[in-house]
């Protein structure tokens, strides 16, 4: 009953270490995932272009482990 009515409030449930641990994580790889967006789109050197798009492919494997979906 107290969590629905912080839900109501607009309070977020507390989560366990676990789920703590996961947006963590989740958040850290969003991070990273921003930072190689960027540097794609101010990269001229083909090489490392592809170099950055292999990471973020596997950025974004990463997230849709953690049940990230892209929007």
Avoid: I, N
Wanted: glycine share 4%.
């Amino acid at each position: 009953m107290e969590s629905a009515e912080e839900f109501s409030r607009g309070l977020k449930p507390r989560l366990s270490p676990a789920e703590l641990e996961r947006e963590r994580k989740r958040d850290a790889l969003l991070l990273q995932r921003t930072r190689v967006l960027h540097d794609l789109e101010h990269c001229s050197d083909e090489r490392y272009q592809k170099t950055l798009a292999q990471g973020l492919s596997y950025l974004e494997a990463q997230l849709k482990l953690l049940g990230w979906d892209k929007q």
